[in-house]
């Protein structure tokens, strides 16, 4: 896959709308498992190191939580802040663009959006600009210029997009990346079809890149 993807090792990890083109939310407690289905771990310079982000997290409805992260080694990796070098060993040709965000807590419960594989510059820039999260249902296809989530509530269930959202980004520099979403999941009964609880998912992010070996900050 030609995408970016953060490494979650030694936490759970669940999967929703993948890149590779389901819509479906699925914990995963094995260690070290990869963010989703055919998505191969991103190498460890392409992760910032620690630094003074922040992010929110809310979901409202038949399931509420809120919690605020701090940035980590894995709240963000995107390809506009990688060098050419580190982009090539990502797979990453010089049209793509990736970027990957996550929010979690002490409890191990975790948000990530991110871009689908195959996504082109052209349809997601370093810039403020919105995007959609489409609502797929279980087996929809994800194109570039769409954001995948995957989340993580420690709960064993099945969610998926119930009614399409939006992803913002507010300010996206070689320095800094903010952002706002908002999107209604749905947690699927036994048939797959139908919804057993419904939940709406709010967040922020106000993140940093710190400089590195393979990571261009100006």
Aim: net charge neutral; proline share 4%.
């Amino acid at each position: 896959m030609r995408n970016l993807r953060p490494v979650f090792a030694a936490i759970v990890v669940v999967l929703v709308v993948s890149a590779c083109g389901k819509a479906l939310v699925k914990p995963d407690r094995s260690a070290g498992a990869a963010a989703q289905s055919g998505a191969i771990a991103a190498p460890s310079i392409s992760a910032a190191p620690s630094g003074s982000g922040s992010c929110q997290i809310k979901f409202a409805g038949d399931v509420t939580q809120t919690w605020t992260g701090t940035q980590d080694a894995s709240s963000v990796t995107t390809s506009y802040w990688m060098t050419d070098d580190a982009k090539k060993a990502a797979g990453l040709a010089a049209d793509d663009a990736s970027v990957s965000l996550t929010c979690r807590n002490s409890d191990t419960n975790l948000v990530s959006i991110m871009t689908p594989s195959g996504t082109k510059a052209a349809d997601f820039i370093e810039g403020a600009k919105s995007y959609p999260f489409p609502s797929l249902g279980l087996l929809g296809i994800l194109t570039s210029g769409q954001m995948s989530i995957v989340i993580n509530l420690n709960d064993q269930a099945l969610w998926s997009v119930a009614e399409a959202g939006k992803f913002e980004i507010t300010a996206f520099s070689s320095g800094k990346i903010s952002a706002t979403f908002s999107v209604k999941l749905g947690k699927l009964a036994t048939d797959l079809k139908s919804y057993t609880a419904t939940t709406t998912l709010t967040g922020s992010f106000d993140l940093n890149c710190i400089p590195g070996a393979a990571i261009v900050c100006k």
